[in-house]
């Protein structure tokens, strides 16, 4: 029989960690079919690529995004496909779209991810037929994706779906049938492939819409005896926590950890977000490696920070800014909903005063330095401004950069783009928890935050690290392992059927020009979102990726870009299920409410 595709010539990459080595490579009926040391026979075959001089490894994951929305109305993907990146994983930071209604996970994500609420909500209402786990699972199976998903369920959805809106949004304690309804509802999801829960205790993503505007996530309002009783649910069928400890006291991590030990019992793997080389605290880079290790030597435990590997460079507009939420001064900002207010709100002498003290305070520092000397314009329609910061066009006017910051955007608005970079621009940190065996990469975000965040190429921005290292003479990391660590290593640790490419294996791969690892992984492209309408800001570089292969198919080529079924045919991904998770321990279990164990 001949082969559908043959790869010959390539440094192949099996996913293991084992060094690279010439293989050539036979893929027939979407599956690795051979692995040869010598050429194959080439007759009939549909399409041989040379691959000399070229990478080939299997197909990279993204556990940390957030597509719930995006792949709903354009299931191909395109821009994570273009970077070799052959699954996702959705369902992240507590909000997913399993059980409740559209307009309810609509307000979840909307303005919690920076994706218009006009443009999600009406594909919900459209698209979102389902009420439950098994349903959810079932559009899933029909759907023409690109690359193949898994999924989380959301906590935040969870307590809305049993709770209600308003109920799951206060400080209100749910019943112990309320409790026993969201064990049961994990359980069917778990039941229905999803690979664990994701819960969020940092109260600085806000709701949208009407009813519950500018409230923190639903799950910000748990008590750890509800976070308990579910995290037994998971622990006792080996499934998967997502979480994220409080961005700015951080102190919970501690009972993150706690709750992962595996003295005298199962631990419960988590994935954490996140660790970061961050400008605000420089020396945090320290705690979470140190936190891993307590987790997983001294607690027995099962635990992952998830870390990107890429600096943490974010584009904002105008008054747009996430980070605001950490104080006081700027979260009064980020409750304000009419745009007219919002940039009047900043021309008030007092809350100017006010801003200003709480901007210096150290305490309340999170994710960002709050540093406008380190925030420079990127866009503008005064073009003289760009590539300059708000301490210089404040010294230049006469005012200090807080003002400078506030009067350009009051005077451009969203006009105004400016950036900044929150962390992980120290090479030599980057590396450190690169190569930490307690950290995984993640935290991508890919199909959020559409204006600022754009780190869809991340698998290969950690090949660069690694590639620059060693051509400098200062490896940090075998390039084999580099390679395990964004396939193999997190399809192991979320227990799905991906990452590697051995004979029998789907054939998930990515062919990669190692020249193309360059700096301009870090240039910034407008990109539209299909089917959205929508224009996002990502990075891009086609110079690295040569092409993508989904179920042996190609569903991505430099050149000659997407085949025109991707996103309409059902041959590329598929759902992809917890295939660690655990049934349930007895048939009596589907009969009543779960229990924590």
Request: net charge neutral.
């Amino acid at each position: 029989m001949s082969y559908d595709i043959i790869i010959k010539n390539g440094l192949y990459f099996d996913g293991s960690g084992a060094p690279g080595a010439l293989r050539h490579i036979g893929i027939r009926d979407g599956k690795i079919d051979v692995l040869a040391l010598s050429p194959l026979d080439e007759d009939g075959c549909g399409e041989v690529i040379d691959a000399e001089g070229h990478w080939v490894t299997p197909g990279f994951l993204e556990i940390h995004s957030h597509y719930d929305a995006e792949v709903i109305a354009a299931p191909a993907l395109k821009e994570s496909v273009r970077h070799g990146v052959t699954s996702v994983t959705i369902g992240s930071c507590s909000i997913s779209m399993v059980l409740a209604e559209a307009e309810d996970c609509s307000d979840l994500f909307t303005r919690v991810e920076a994706v218009p609420r006009e443009y999600v909500l009406p594909i919900l209402q459209e698209k979102k037929t389902w009420r439950d786990a098994r349903g959810y699972r079932a559009f899933y199976d029909q759907l023409p994706l690109g690359p193949n998903v898994n999924s989380f369920l959301g906590h935040s959805e969870l307590r809305v779906a049993v709770m209600g809106l308003q109920r799951a949004t206060r400080r209100v304690k749910p019943s112990e049938a309320e409790l026993a309804r969201m064990e049961q509802l994990l359980e069917e999801a778990l039941d229905a492939g999803c690979i664990g829960l994701s819960v969020m205790t940092t109260r600085l993503d806000k709701m949208d819409g009407d009813r519950a505007w500018s409230s923190p996530l639903p799950s910000t309002f748990a008590s750890w005896k509800e976070f308990s009783r579910l995290f037994a649910v998971l622990r006792r069928r080996g499934a998967v926590l997502q979480g994220a400890p409080n961005a700015v006291t951080k102190v919970n991590v501690f009972a993150f950890l706690w709750q992962a030990h595996g003295w005298f019992r199962k631990p419960l793997k988590c994935t954490m977000l996140t660790a970061l080389d961050l400008k605000s605290q420089p020396l945090l880079h320290r705690f979470t490696r140190l936190s891993g290790w307590l987790a997983n030597r001294v607690l027995r435990g099962h635990f992952r920070w998830q870390t990107l590997p890429a600096p943490f460079t974010l584009r904002l507009e105008g008054l747009n800014v996430n980070a605001f939420e950490e104080f006081g001064a700027g979260e009064v900002l980020r409750d304000i909903k009419d745009p007219d207010e919002l940039y009047a709100k900043v021309r008030e002498p007092a809350f100017r005063a006010l801003f200003k003290k709480q901007v210096k305070a150290v305490l309340t520092k999170g994710l960002w330095h709050r540093d406008f000397s380190d925030c420079w314009v990127s866009e503008c329609p005064d073009a003289s401004l760009v590539g300059k910061n708000f301490k210089q066009l404040g010294q230049a006017r006469g005012l200090d950069a807080v003002d400078a910051y506030f009067e350009l955007a009051c005077q451009y608005r969203e006009a105004l783009k400016w950036t900044t970079c929150y962390g992980n621009q120290r090479e030599a940190i980057m590396r450190q928890l690169l190569a930490s065996p307690w950290t995984h990469p993640g935290f991508a975000d890919s199909g959020a935050h559409l204006r600022s965040i754009a780190q869809y190429n991340f698998p290969l921005r950690f090949l660069k690290y690694v590639r620059d290292a060693e051509l400098a003479g200062e490896p940090f990391m075998p390039l084999g392992q580099a390679v395990r660590r964004c396939s193999a290593e997190l399809a192991d640790f979320i227990g799905v059927d991906a990452g590697y490419l051995r004979v029998g294996d789907r054939a998930d791969l990515v062919l990669i020009n190692p020249q193309g690892l360059d700096d301009s992984l870090d240039a910034l492209h407008e990109a539209p979102m299909e089917v959205l309408g929508l224009q996002r800001v990502v990075k891009r570089n086609d110079a690295a990726v040569e092409l993508t292969l989904i179920n042996g198919r190609i569903a991505y080529r430099r050149g000659l870009e997407y085949p025109q079924d991707l996103g309409t045919a059902r041959h590329y991904g598929r759902f992809l299920p917890g295939r660690e998770v655990l049934p349930r321990t007895s048939p009596a279990h589907d009969l009543q409410p779960a229990t924590a164990s």
